[in-house]
Each structure stands twice: as structure tokens, then as C-alpha cells.
């Protein structure tokens, strides 16, 4: 076995060392099977935090398709393949029927900027309005409006950062909230407007995930989407980590939201780790940027992809996922409650369906050393998850939705004692 020391320097010395690595004493795994992860040492991890095996590690049947279809085709949109054009459909009818036509990439950071690039064209705009907390993606684009991540570059003169309220956090009546957050969406508008930049988008994650999963006053997101039409803007909505069934009762966190896109970008979990990604919009807008691009991406909508997403819808249906998320993340959500009662360092459970997360807090200021605390216990417990939210004080618990009946209570268990042994420190 390669020790984690040895490969460590090995890998700073080809990757570099600005590449982050999870936990102070880094995992080296080397395999993977459904929810279970199986280290170098030969200890096996639960995996309740990576939603890129939205089906589970390795599953059979994506895998099969995943090498079936290599031995036998992979080219490019520019020929004619049914498989592609099938998948689009299975795909497509998982959305409202407004939303009809799908455009390919390789990664969220494509979709996300191809659906800036239509917005930017069809409005004569370039405004963008997202969270003061939030990551969307790695090109020079998406760079400019990050604002969850350190990077060199700064925000761009046309990007407007509002705070997402959370109701919490803010010991405010909700209407009170309500209005104040809407007044900042109004400001932000109306200076990009005054600035000459007008309003291309708007983007966002439905589920607010970044941001730590904030619980927004009811109309928010009605009134965000009201005021980014009124100016002129499109709504994006980023489902990387909010779609494919994780909130258990909506296929898409758009749905959940009732955030009403005019784009939508799919990323990760679209493929099983296999590199796809997509921006799914309407005819009307399609019709209006199509004619003006010849938009073509090598690798994008081939045929291995598209059967490899197949089999992820396939298996989804087949294994009835989104109502297995709905159902263990209800059990999971009361346990999450019940915690947030018992321990007066957690200020609240977060989330829905299969994302979910406590916020730690001590004498009303976030507390991220407990929420890192906790994330190091769970790991001795052989559990992952992770943390997030602007202070990092908030748990992510976001496990590929294969997970079972059988697994959550060794989550929920290994929560309850990781909690426990950080009251005592």
C-alpha cells in the first residue's frame, strides 16, 4: 500500500498542493460499491456526502451500459445516433413540458456558462444577479460572480451578490425578512440598470445549497423570480446538487423551490461520475439562440453519454429512488429535529429529502469548529459528510440517494455520538 505521506508529495508534485483534501488526515480510496467506499487500508466508509454517484458507486447497470455502447460507438452530434435522441427524450420528460430542448456539456461549469451566454444574447444584457455566497462553476465567467470560493479574480462590475435570508439566523418577524431581502433584490436591479449593464440572469441552486441550505421566508423565491422577468432577465436555475429526485418530492429543486426557470443546468450526478452535463430550456428560447450559433461541443451528447444517463434514469425508476429519499429523509429529518432539541449548540436542521445538515452555533455566532468537530468524529466512525454555509458551520449531509434502509441508522447513530463527544471537548 502507498502510504498517504508518500502520495501526498507525489502528488504535489505533479497536481500541486493548491488542489484542497478532505480532513486532517486525508482518505486514499480505492474502490467502491452502492453507498460503501472501501479505503487503502481496507476499512470501508459509509458515503453520506458525494451526490456525483447519484445511483451509487459502480452501479451494475450503468456501468454495463457505460461498456456496452463504448464497444460498440461513440461520435459526435454531427451524425445521426437514436440512442441520444432517446435519452434527450427520457430526459426531458421528467421536466414541465414548457421545458423541451436540452443542449450538451461535459461538466456544470459548461452548463453554466452556456446558459449565461443565451441569456446574455437573447436580453442584449449582462447583468447577473446571484448569492453572496455561492459557487456555480470554474471558468473565467462563473470566476466573476463566485462568491463562495477564493479566487483571484474579483467580482465583475455587472454581478450584484444579494444575501439569501434565512429564517434561521434572522430573529426578525418573517415578513419583516421577507421584505428586506425583496428590497435588496430591488436595489441590486436597479443598479445594474443604472450602471448600464441591465439584468441578462439571474442564478442561483433552488435548494440554496452553498449558502447552507437557508430556510427562505415563503414568497421569496416568487418574488425573486417576479422581479428578474420584470427587469428583463432570465432565471437560471443550477440543479448540480438540488435535482434528479434529492428533495424526495420533486424530481428537480426548481420544482421544490417553485422557482419557474427559463434555463436549467444539470451537472454531476446526471452521469454517475461519467463527465455530462446539460442546459435544458424551452423551444421559444432555443429557437432564438440556435440560428444565431453554430453550438457544437466534441464530446458533448454522444452516445456512451447518453447511455450512461439512461441507465441512471433507468435505475432511478427501477430502485423507485426519489420515494426512497422521500421516505428515509423524512425519518432522517425527525431525527435531525430531535437532535437540534437535545443539543443546545445546534441551532437548527436543515433540508429536505436526501440533503440535509445541522447549523452550530454558540451564544447566537456561527461555530465552525464544532461543525469540523463533528465532520472529524463522524470520519473516525467510518461516515462520511461534510460541512458548508458561509461560516462552514453548517453539516452537509448529502449521500448518493442509493442509500438504504439499512445504512441510515448507521448515519444517524454515528451523528447522535459524534454530537455527543463534541459537547464533552
Known sequence: MISNAELIARRNRTIGPYSPLFYDEPLQFVSGSGVWLTEASGERFLDGYNNVPHVGHANPRVVRALAEQAGTLNIHTRYLN???VAYSEQLLATFPARLD?????NSGSEANELAIRIARQLTGARGMLVSD?????????????????RTREPLAPHVRAIRVPDLDRDPRPEPEVLAAALAEIDTAIAELADAGHGLAASLFDPLFSTEGMARVPEGYVAGLVERVRRAGGLVIADEVQSGFGRTGSHFWGHEWAGMDPDLVTLGKPMGNGHPMSAVVTSAAVLDEFGPR??????FAGNPVSAAVGAAVLDEMAAAELMPRAAKLGAVARTRFDALADRYEFVRAAKGTGMFLGLEFARDGRPAPDLAKRVVEAMKTRRVLISRIGRDESVLKVRPPLAFGADELPILLDALDESLAEAERV
Open 293 to 298: 450559433n453554430e453550438f457544437f461541443n466534441t
Open 101 to 105: 430542448r436540452v443542449l450538451y456539456g
Open 133 to 149: 455566497y455561492s459557487y456555480h462553476g470554474t471558468t473565467i465567467t462563473l470566476a466573476e460572480l463566485t462568491t463562495g470560493l
Open 82 to 84: 437514436e440512442r441520444v
